[in-house]
């Protein structure tokens, strides 16, 4: 018998438009879609909790249902819910390594460029193939040298002089992976007077979500919270975040799914696209030149489900001589770790095929898009470079 | 006209009907059971469904309270797949009368009840929406019980072995020979046809009924119309039976049932015209809600999905009394002793879970009219799908091709015959009702094997349409499978699924507010808005819903 706190289930009036609007169940019968795996079988799991089913491991948590839903059911969760309690028992090497994004990212980012040979090199693919079921057919994403935290050290010293300040929340990706992304974000917030501090911050814990590893990422969270509040508390500063993922994870996944409250800071954090373009309207626009190029933006989910899309497209349009093209909203397959395994790798190409034919049918000189992991999907499936918003205002401001 | 001839002719198909059914076809008697409506279409399907350990009764009616006792093991046995062995709690409020514990103790031990009191924290662990301020909780072997699976697996055992089941037809008339009553007359609705039947014993076991059918023939048996109103709560908000430890009253009973909770009952005196319409007073619902709170706080956040009532049995056999103040206890007249009536029987009162008692005691005096010297075998014959503990995690793995909630819920259904719906072929895996998980292959098993002849018969055998949409979205997907598999037509099919969307409608009416609601709207924009099924029937002479 469970404790019933979160009774949202109770409110679906089985109307099915969530199911409609499901990626995974529209290409694979293996699911039964999130009305079935949410609200439906939720009744039933609470009579008899061995009634839970493993096909809720197919859902992605791209959280399009949520967005669907007319009765705020909070759908992915209640599925990500009952994914947690089956996957506890069985601790798998790779959705461990795949969960560890910050761990494997320190000891990656020391050796990165003998990672990133090793990780586009075919016995090693074929190991990974083999022994921890992570798909052959996938590039894995490369580390960059070094991390970002590393770099900002010495940053640190020139972002006191600003008035105004923000903290950002900076991400494993930028850490490790990009950290001309997190550059790129020090330079635009400085471009409009704004000083830029970090926290010590750990992972936003939602790999270890996906991966069934609740309570790590619980406590992941609850430190996050901590310093984020410590951090902001005096100066009633904003959290900015560039990962559409991580800021969607701090401000609802936290509470929601985690059960950890974060009242303290949920209304500092913004997504760095939102922040900036309200900025932006406060007649705070740098000088900027223009680009003069066509490229297709891609609103990935999470950024969807926080509402935040919408700022992204406002922001971009404000680049000159950008010719600005929005692609459908829909998943691009990947869902962070998920089309990196084996088992769903074909789902995940099927979910985004028709992402990758409509951008080729466009064929713009660049993609853009908010979220690190859609990024390597489309770059996977389609010859064209994709950058970050971010990455495209801070080439063009002067 | 047409006749037929049998030894015992029994009247009503709930569950004490069921059970004299299967207890004379097991001790080789040929019988034929006749039903108005359907299984379990009277009061048996409309109570709460608890397989009560004697507790509620030990205080006043040790008598009843040993009885249910002796059942509630017998049934743990042979009913088992009707049975979930939740176990109850008796839970005093600070409010309550704090001596009434101890004395239930006493009078639990004094009638053999296994009663344990357990500390608060273990009962809040067991039972975590509690009201955490109550003061003590005991421990009793009460238990859930589905009355539908449990009248139906009784008429299909005897059906199998070879009795005979008429249900949609009434018994219009007693036939009587001088004095002694020979057959009985019947009307089939489906067929649209009259015939008779001729029995050497009629056992009456029409319940509330029975004085509406004595009456004509001058057998004056007078039935005290007592109505009891419950709730039913969208999810299981409780695990276990929770009992408010004091006298019985109004709204301090919480039943788990399957996938809901249900919360019991009022008791009220209506008047015998209107035991075919009984409604539910916003009043009762009232103090259900407001006394359920008390036990469950949870219970104001939560969706109720309908309301309904069903009519205690009871026998007046003095004057005007309240309706708890006369005895559960179980009634055999035999007409020839009352009225001088030969070859009449009548078999009320009693409770759900006392059906198979009282069948053996109606059966045993059936023998004594016939002459015939065979022991009851209903205390250790267990009913079709109980025969073997069949419900464990490893029996989910299987049965490919469905999830684990929809192979649960099948066998939580069928017991042992899960197996004959799961594996049969591999057509029809898709769900119907998908708020119980009622697979294509469980429709089509109960209309093959489980007399059912429309939507809401289907839905007794099935859970079909009980589950929070309330028939939205499987009402008229079953309405097809009835043409495929029946030998339904398309305009009956039609009138099939208003009759159900109906029936379902009276239960949702009382209940309308908050998510209640907005899924009313939404059924009656698929049904009319998108259908117009209300101008659908204006050919044939049915009425749409809310017209
Ligand atoms: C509110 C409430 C709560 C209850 N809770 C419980 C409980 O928790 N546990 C428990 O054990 N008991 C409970 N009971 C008692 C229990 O429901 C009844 O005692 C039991 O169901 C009676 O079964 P029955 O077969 O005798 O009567 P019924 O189920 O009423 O069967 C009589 C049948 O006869 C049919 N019939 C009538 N007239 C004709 C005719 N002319 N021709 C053909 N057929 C006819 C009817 O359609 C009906 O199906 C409760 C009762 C009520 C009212
Ligand atoms: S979160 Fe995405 S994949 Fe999961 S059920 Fe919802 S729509 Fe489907
Ligand atoms: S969209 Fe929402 S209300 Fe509709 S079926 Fe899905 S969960 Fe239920």
């Known amino acids: ?398 | 006209m047409k006749k037929i001839e049998t030894d015992v002719i029994i009247i009503g198909g709930g569950a004490t009907g069921s059970g004299v059914l299967r207890d004379c076809t097991l001790r080789g008697i040929k019988a034929v059971l006749v039903e108005k409506d359907d299984i379990a279409s009277g009061t048996t399907g409309r109570n709460h469904g608890l397989l009560h350990s004697g507790a509620r009764y030990a205080t006043k009616d040790p008598v009843s309270a040993k009885e249910c006792i002796a059942e509630n093991r017998i049934l743990k046995k042979i009913a088992r797949h009707c049975i979930e062995d939740t176990g109850g709690l008796f839970v005093t409020l600070p409010e309550d009368d704090q001596g009434y514990h101890d004395m239930l103790v006493r009078d639990c031990l004094n009638a053999g009840i296994d009663c344990k009191e357990i500390s608060i924290k273990d009962a809040l662990r067991k039972e975590p929406n509690l009201n955490p301020s109550i003061r003590k909780a005991l421990k009793v072997p009460d238990a859930t019980i589905d009355p539908f699976r449990l009248a139906a697996s009784n008429i299909m055992d005897s059906v199998e072995r070879g009795a005979v089941v008429f249900t949609h037809t009434e018994i219009t008339q007693l036939i009587t020979n001088q004095n002694s009553l020979t057959g009985v007359r019947c009307f089939d609705r489906h067929r649209d046809e009259n015939f008779e039947i001729y029995g050497k014993v009629t056992v009456n076991a029409s319940g509330i009924w029975g004085q509406k059918i004595c009456e004509p023939a001058g057998i004056g048996l007078k039935m005290y119309p007592s109505k009891g109103s419950m709730l039913i709560i969208d999810y299981r908000i409780n695990n276990v039976v929770i009992n408010r430890c004091r006298k019985p009253s109004s709204g301090d009973i919480f039943v788990p049932g399957d996938t809901v909770s249900l919360i019991g009952t009022t008791s009220k005196k209506i008047s015998y015209d209107i035991i075919d319409e009984p409604v539910v007073d916003d009043d009762e619902i009232k103090i259900l809600l407001d006394e359920g709170e008390k036990l469950i706080p949870n219970v104001s956040k939560t969706r109720v999905l309908r309301a309904y009532c069903g009519i205690r049995p009871l026998v007046a056999l003095s004057g005007n009394m309240d309706g708890r103040d006369i005895s559960r206890g179980i009634i055999l007249i035999d007409h020839k002793e009352s009225d001088g009536i030969e070859n009449f029987i009548t078999i009320t009162g009693g409770k759900l879970m006392t059906y198979r008692l009282m069948a053996e005691k109606a059966t045993n005096l059936v023998c004594k009219k016939l002459n015939i010297k065979k022991k009851c075998l209903t205390r250790k014959t267990p009913i079709p799908g109980s025969e073997k503990i069949f419900f464990n995690k490893r029996k989910l793995k299987p049965f490919q091709g469905f999830s684990n909630s929809v192979v649960g819920s099948t066998i939580y259904r069928h017991g042992t015959r899960a197996e004959q719906i799961l594996q049969s072929n591999k057509k029809g895996s898709g769900l119907i009702c998908e708020c119980e998980m009622v697979t294509d292959r469980e429709v089509k098993y109960a209309i093959d094997n489980q007399l059912v002849k429309d939507i809401v018969d289907l839905r007794r055998r099935t859970r079909t349409g009980m589950g929070p949409c309330q028939g939205g979205q499987c009402a008229y997907r079953s309405a097809g499978l009835f043409t495929e598999y029946g030998e339904t037509k398309g305009e009956e099919a039609v009138k099939m699924l208003i009759d159900f969307l109906e029936e379902r409608w009276k239960g949702v009416k009382p209940t309308l507010w908050g998510d209640s609601l907005r899924e009313a709207e939404f059924t009656y924009w698929i049904y009319q808005g998108l259908f117009g099924i209300g101008n659908l029937t204006k050919g044939f002479g049915v009425k749409g819903k809310r017209e």
Not at chain 1, 108 to 126: C, E, G, H, Q, R
């Open chain 1, 1 to 398: 018998m469970i404790k019933l706190e979160n009774i949202s289930f109770d409110h679906c009036i089985k109307c099915t438009i969530c199911t409609v609007y499901c990626p995974v169940a529209r290409v694979t019968n293996m699911y039964p879609g999130p009305k079935h795996s949410g609200p439906d079988a939720e009744r039933l799991r609470i009579k008899n909790p061995g009634l839970i089913d493993p096909s809720v491991k197919y859902c992605n948590n791209c959280k399009r249902c949520e967005i669907a839903c007319p009765s705020d059911v909070n759908i992915a969760t209640i599925i990500r819910n009952a994914d947690s309690k089956i996957s506890i028992k069985k601790i798998r090497i790779r959705d461990y390594i795949m969960s560890r994004t910050d761990f494997v990212g320190n000891l990656a980012t020391k050796v990165s460029t003998i990672i990133n040979a090793l990780n586009s090199s075919l016995p090693v693919k074929v190991f990974l193939d083999l022994f921890l079921k992570i798909s052959i057919k996938k590039t894995l994403p490369e580390y960059a040298y070094g991390t970002f935290r590393q770099w900002y050290k010495h940053q640190s010293k020139y972002q006191t002089s600003y008035k105004e300040n923000v903290v950002f929340f900076h991400g494993c990706y930028v850490n490790f992976n990009d950290h001309e992304l997190g550059k790129d974000a020090i330079k635009l917030l400085n471009s409009i007077n704004i000083g830029v501090f970090i926290t010590k911050e750990k992972c936003c814990g939602v790999p270890m979500i996906a991966n069934g590893y609740i309570k790590r990422a619980r406590k992941n969270a609850k430190h996050n919270i901590k310093t984020l509040t410590e951090a902001t508390k005096n100066k009633k500063s904003k959290i900015v975040v560039t990962s559409s993922t991580c800021a969607f994870a701090l401000k609802q996944e936290y509470p929601e799914l985690l059960g950890v409250k974060n009242d303290t800071i949920a209304d500092r954090i913004e997504y760095i696209t939102t922040y900036i373009y309200r900025k932006f309207r406060k007649c705070d626009t740098p000088p900027m030149k223009p680009l003069n190029i066509t490229a297709a933006y891609h609103p990935p989910c999470h950024l969807e489900r926080l509402g935040s899309a919408v700022y992204t497209k406002e922001l971009l349009k404000i680049i000159p001589g950008l010719n600005l093209k929005v692609l459908h909203s829909e998943c691009c397959g990947i869902s962070g770790t998920y089309g990196f395994k084996k088992e769903y790798y074909p789902i995940s190409q099927k979910i985004g095929e028709n992402l990758f034919r409509q951008i080729d049918s466009i064929n713009p000189d660049i993609v853009i898009t908010d979220c690190e992991t859609c990024k390597w999907q489309i770059e996977m499936n389609t010859s064209f470079e994709v950058v970050h918003p971010v990455t495209l205002l801070a080439r063009s401001i002067l």
